[in-house]
């Protein structure tokens, strides 16, 4: 990772947490002007909590405890009333962080340790790995997505198939959408997306992508050529980054590999390309799945790879042919 890419980050998140906090504190204290009980029941619960340490320190009486408990809550509930009183407006006296999971700080705190949140990796990931193959991202979503570039003729002898492309769209998206539901379930099995160019693979690997950033699940996205060429260069020591990005493709929730097929095969890349499939099926750790996108037909991909990397496919990817007329042209 790059130090300076991590700095400018941190930064970025500093600002934007106070920024919100200080939105937020005005907020309050104009509702305090409009709503004076709330500042006085603010107050009260402050001096309450106080006095509640002050007692367990020095003497635990239970019922004084029990009776400071008491009157907390009450000042909770009538706060909480007049809060739903005044609507909408009363959400913006409480700080609208980004990720409600480390507040914006970038770091999520586990006792004495904290590790870096989804978040942060995942800015880290679109900045130094990902860059262009995901720029689109905001674009390519199910809602987006026109099943009406598909034709609904059925041509056995055309598509090798009795279904229609739509009706075989239709499956695939099904499959999709299982995919991103049962992301945890470590029996659901990863994708293969194989078909022609031009048929909505890519596009429909962002509308996954997109859904499970949502769910704040960190995506990475490489064509084979880039990502192969990338373990080489760490295994050879070319690239002072490149353990950071190796890490990354052997951790990150989701990897996308695109266009399988282009990298240009030979012997090494055999057994990265293995290793990294294999180590991400039986990651320990955590829950990583991966999305394959080619244009060789699975039979071209038996031609083409080592029976051990097609076997782990075919026994752990559901299989997804796309076929049809290149959308492209449609679309234009």
């Known amino acids: 990772m790059n130090t300076s890419t991590l700095k400018s980050l941190l930064i970025e998140y500093d600002k934007k947490r106070i920024r919100e906090q200080e939105i937020a504190e005005r907020e309050k204290n104009e509702l305090y002007e409009e709503f004076p009980r709330l500042s006085e029941i603010d107050k009260k619960l402050s001096s309450?909590?106080?006095?509640?340490?002050?007692?367990?320190?020095q003497n635990n009486d239970k019922k004084l405890l029990d009776q400071l408990n008491s009157n907390i809550t009450q000042l909770k509930q009538e706060k909480e009333k007049i809060l739903k009183s005044i609507g909408k407006r009363a959400e913006r006296i409480f700080t609208q962080y980004e990720c409600k999971k480390c507040h914006d700080t970038g770091y999520i705190s586990n006792g004495s340790s904290s590790e870096m949140c989804s978040c942060l990796k995942q800015k880290i990931y679109d900045i130094e790995y990902n860059k262009s193959n995901m720029h689109h991202l905001e674009k390519q979503n199910f809602e987006n997505f026109n099943l009406n570039f598909y034709s609904t003729e059925v041509n056995s002898e055309k598509y090798q198939s009795d279904i229609s492309p739509r009706e075989n769209m239709e499956l695939i998206l099904k499959i999709c959408h299982t995919f991103i539901e049962q992301f945890d379930d470590q029996e659901e099995k990863n994708l293969l997306f194989t078909g022609k160019t031009g048929l909505g693979k890519t596009y429909l690997s962002s509308c996954i992508a997109n859904e499970l950033l949502k769910q704040g699940k960190t995506v990475l996205y490489q064509?084979?050529?880039?990502?192969?060429d990338t373990i080489i260069n760490y295994r050879f020591g070319k690239s002072n980054h490149s353990k950071d990005i190796y890490d990354s493709l052997l951790n990150v929730d989701l990897l996308i590999i695109d266009d399988l097929?282009?990298?240009g095969i030979n012997n090494m890349k055999l057994v990265e390309l293995f290793n990294l499939l294999n180590t991400r099926l039986l990651n320990s750790?955590?829950?990583t799945k991966t999305i394959i996108s080619t244009n060789l037909s699975l039979q071209s991909l038996f031609n083409t790879y080592d029976e051990r990397i097609v076997s782990r496919i075919v026994g752990n990817y559901n299989i997804c042919y796309f076929f049809g007329e290149d959308i492209r042209f449609i679309n234009h």
């Open 261 to 263: 097929g282009t990298e």
């Open 48 to 57: 309450l909590a106080f006095s509640t340490m002050r007692e367990l320190a």
């Open 285 to 287: 750790n955590k829950i």
């Open 223 to 228: 064509t084979a050529s880039v990502m192969l």
